[in-house]
């Protein structure tokens, strides 16, 4: 993951769950690991926030307590983890193309799941466990057609 700090312009609304305020962006904020922090501009307050991405919404949830916050609001996020990673890698292309198994047919957010669930591996033995699992619920592609 690289160290750049993004900053992206954001509009949202605000709505309450059993845990407390979140910040729904009208924008989906793509390329971004999902339970990252970082800093909500709105006017002359900056929020800590805990990003949730979901597969077409974006939710912010502060982590301090926020006063009084317009129903609809604008402001400034800043991202200091940057974009995760999107490349396919290559182990995994590998036991792909070994098994004539597609991974282009991944839509986005199956990828971006794939790719952290791999991702995630803390062992060899659970990366190779991992890939296997990936690798089998693709679907099969026919090499002598391609």
């Given at each position: 993951m690289t160290s750049t700090n993004e900053t992206l312009p954001v509009t949202g609304t605000t709505r309450q769950d059993e845990h407390g305020l979140l910040l729904v962006l009208e924008?989906?904020?793509e390329g971004h690991d999902t339970f990252l922090t970082g800093r909500l501009e709105l006017g002359s307050k900056s929020v800590p926030?805990?990003?949730i991405s979901l597969d077409d919404v974006t939710v912010l949830r502060p982590t301090?307590?926020?006063?009084?916050?317009?129903?609809?609001?604008?402001?400034v996020l800043h991202l200091p983890h940057g974009a995760r990673q999107r490349r396919i890698p290559v182990d995994l292309t590998d036991a792909a193309q070994e098994r004539a198994r597609d991974v282009a047919a991944l839509?986005?957010?199956?990828?971006?799941?794939?790719?952290?669930?791999?991702?995630e591996a803390t062992t060899d033995a659970i990366r190779a466990a991992?890939?296997?699992?990936?690798?089998?619920?693709?679907?099969?592609?026919?090499?002598?057609?391609?």
């Open positions: 924008q989906h904020v926030v805990r990003i301090e307590a926020v006063s009084a916050l317009a129903s609809r609001w604008t402001g839509d986005p957010a199956e990828l971006r799941y794939a790719l952290t669930f791999l991702g991992r890939i296997e699992a990936i690798v089998s619920a693709l679907p099969s592609y026919h090499p002598e057609a391609a």
